[in-house]
């Protein structure tokens, strides 16, 4: 039987799988990719099993009354979905404007996909209304990097380094639940004598096998890193010399950290001032060193700048660009990486272009055979197109790729209202997922086993998708439903459902952009394992370790930026006295669409559960498993309740993978960083009460 090499659906590790064809289901085995090395996840174990699942989508659906979207769903041929889709956007367009169409991408989208969504958008739809739910994961830490570095890759360097680094500050990061097959390196650094130290307010899996465990009220993650680069400058411990010789701006960050000193940021974060001269210390002498961000950190309004500090942190002790050293950021979704690096934000071009740059949109129209003034200039982002759903204005037909806002979006309920409010939604899935149910037209597109294409993971390494079974009959790449509804729109002649065809367009787009995959072939990907961008030629090797002699800046030099903390958009008050933080459970994925259909995920972990320390519980009047209800100035959500006395008394925690009335984001705070768009998911005011009340 014919064993087909590629790559786990879910996570950025992107870690490496075999598929075999049996009857009656498809065999999964992990393989010795350099990510994974043999590892797998539950989640990983388990994906072939969507692939034959009882739930999937086998045909088109459209409403048996297209004018009632109350009426049921039923079975179509494609030829009748497209008619309409294309009388929909036909219709908004002539009475609202190009703009009122739009689309919404998705983070799983191979490169292939998320380049022609990104291109169809522009070109077929000539709109400028396109993000994708990337904005609610990475954008933070991308803008830092950028106006920092020059370069957003997640990862500057092969994630083996981490198992060299004599000392790791993680913070907002849990990859022992998110990530599992990454623990390995941590491991193997613990077992050389290595130490960890986890800022998270919860004793998480990750937080519990570290050195040390700093629990800061959340959203005072820059507070935090401020203090900590005053004691390294009050202490001598930054380096002098690599600031001078590779940065710019430190006088100005010097000058704003002078105010947070160690007793008023204990004071600010609950973290004291002992633990904080460790971390620094450690940092500073205990080297090679890393300080790596995710999402507990820079889901907020001031997330930017929070990942900010850290990166101020880690130039001023000389770290960024060192061997086994330096910053980083640990991308979540499967591709993460690549789905930011190649149109699909409202702002953004092939390559990380910027779409309001003149240059940029000359190179990338000649490559698509436009004029660059047919071009739209940038949209808005994610959250504030998805707040304008349905009105003047805004866009009025909607296509959703490989995305469930329903229940991932912050201010979930009011999301919804504005979907149910458009005058089109269209949705291409696997599964009918909560947004699903609410379109007009739905479409079954294919799964990761049954496709061709790229992913780049959290390293910056390019890996190939590949097909081991074709798709059920009448089951549709979307790169064959785009490029079908280019042709119906009468845009056909730019677009190919060829995966390999699309990738050599957007290497060509790409060259000479900062995500530069001019080099990149298919052919290399799977002679090396895996092409680390930017890599500008085809006789070049790629680029694992970034920054060793410059940065990518007009200078060449890292860019110190001042920052100050604000207080969580939202604070703790006398109706809403707490605060709830989100994130994830290990044997779930994103908004559960995939996982909550896994038998072997749902038996484990069967429904969400709030964490509340045992003295905040017994204050309430709540014991181990009750039902609890959390109410924010947005929304009501039920949850049972689980003790845990390693989450701070004054803070809970809800895990965002369920829909309905579970569904956490009904809770969250849509305030918006003013730099990257990111909600605030991880810092909102909440009561709780026993019970369900009606």
Known sequence: MTVTETHCPYCALQCGIALTPEIPRVRLEPTEFPVNRGGLCAKGWTAAELLDHKDRLLTPLVRKDPTDRGSPLREATWDEAYERIVAGIERCQREYGLDSVGAFGGGGLTNEKAYTLGKFVRVALRSASIDYNGRFCMSSAATAANRALGVDRGLPFPLEDVAQARTVLLVGANPADAMPPSMQYLDAGRAEGARHIVVDPRRTPTAAGAYRHLQPLPGTDLALANGLLHIAVREGLIDEAYIRDRTSGFDGVRAAVAAYWPERVERMTGVSEA????????????????????RGAEQHSNGTDTAQAYLNLALALGLVGRPYSGYGTITGQGNGQGGREHGQKADQLPGYRRLDDPA??????????????ELPQPGRSAYEMLDRLGTDGGVRALLVLASNMAVSAPHAGHVIERLRALDLLVVSDIFLSETAALADVVLPTAQFAEEEGTMTNLEGRVIRRRRALPPPPDVRTDLQFLSGLA???????????????????????????????????????????GVFWPCPAEDHPGTPRLFADSFPTADGRAKFVRVEHRDPHEMPDRDYPYVLTTGRNMQQYQSGNQTRRVSALTVSLPEPRVELHPDLARRLGIADSDMVELSSRRGRAVFRARLNPGIRPDTVFAPFHWGGDQAVNLLTDPALDRHSKMPAFKACAVAITKGTPR
């Open 487 to 529: 042709d119906r729109l009468g845009r056909g002649r730019f677009f190919s459902d060829d995966p390999r065809t699309v990738f050599d367009e957007l290497r060509r787009a790409s060259a000479g952009g900062i995500a530069d995959y001019a080099g990149i072939t298919y052919e290399r990907i799977e002679a090396q394992q």
């Open 275 to 294: 633990d904080l001269r460790e971390t620094v210390r450690l940092l500073a002498t205990e080297r090679p060193s890393m300080i790596l961000t995710a």
């Open 360 to 373: 940029a949109r000359a190179h990338v129209a000649g490559v698509w055979g436009v004029d660059p003034d």
